[in-house]
T-cell receptor, first 118, second 113 residues
């Protein structure tokens, strides 16, 4: 069965510090997708990134970067020079190959609450 | 613009009353999901549907019911049998392509007094 672990429940950093959110996953499939979502205080989950299992290149988008390492089954998320607006709950999720149930259902980690202090 | 709409944003109900939360999408997505989120907690799956007129129980379906009469709509009813209904409810939709993520609604915060 697939599983996603976000061991950090809460993290607090001072503004402008860098912070890394950890995500470790378990799957038996060779084809799968990994996601990160952001949930700001307003509540809606916002899609940040998707990565498939065949693409281990790191991704950078502005102050955000993602490090995907199949060898350690990790998909970590780093925010550089954090800002107060980065304060949110961040969820990592995994989607395996077709389960036979008709959709590629996502399995979510429990989320990491990031507080950026001014 | 395509998206997924949940209404209302805030809902107050008296204990013992059934209440229905609305979820509508115009993304032409086949799959739809309902999650419950309690303060400081992750997402727990209540029900999901992959096709019209069919739906499946998730991890915490007791005390909830759903219907899927139209592709665009997946309403959730919180019944009086749900022992602790006060929570934040999130609806999501998904296409059926491999690697499709979820699109989430903005959520409904239900308070039962």
């Amino acid at each position: 069965a697939q599983k996603v672990t976000q061991a950090q429940t809460e993290i607090s950093v001072v503004e402008k510090e860098d912070v890394t959110l950890d995500c470790v996953y378990e799957t038996r499939d060779t084809t799968y997708y990994l996601f990160w979502y952001k949930q700001p205080p307003s509540g809606e989950l916002v899609f940040l990134i998707r990565r498939n299992s065949f693409d281990e290149q790191n991704e950078i988008s502005g102050r955000y970067s993602w490090n995907f390492q199949k060898s350690t089954s990790s998909f970590n998320f780093t925010i550089t020079a954090s800002q107060v607006v980065d304060s949110a709950v961040y969820f990592c999720a995994l989607s395996e190959a077709y389960s036979g149930a008709g959709s590629y259902q996502l399995t979510f980690g429990k989320g990491t609450k990031l507080s950026v202090i001014p | 613009d395509g998206g997924i709409t949940q209404s209302p944003k805030y809902l107050f109900r008296k204990e013992g009353q059934n209440v229905t939360l609305s979820c509508e999408q115009n993304l032409n997505h086949d799959a739809m999901y309902w999650y419950r989120q309690d303060p400081g907690q992750g997402l727990r799956l209540i029900y999901y549907s992959q096709i019209v007129n069919d739906f499946q129980k998730g991890d915490i379906a007791e005390g909830y019911s759903v219907s899927r009469e139209k592709k665009e709509s997946f309403p959730l009813t919180v019944t009086s049998a749900q022992k602790n209904p006060t929570a934040f409810y999130l609806c999501a939709s998904q296409g059926l392509g491999q690697g499709d993520g979820y699109t989430f609604g903005s959520g409904t915060r239900l308070t039962v007094v």
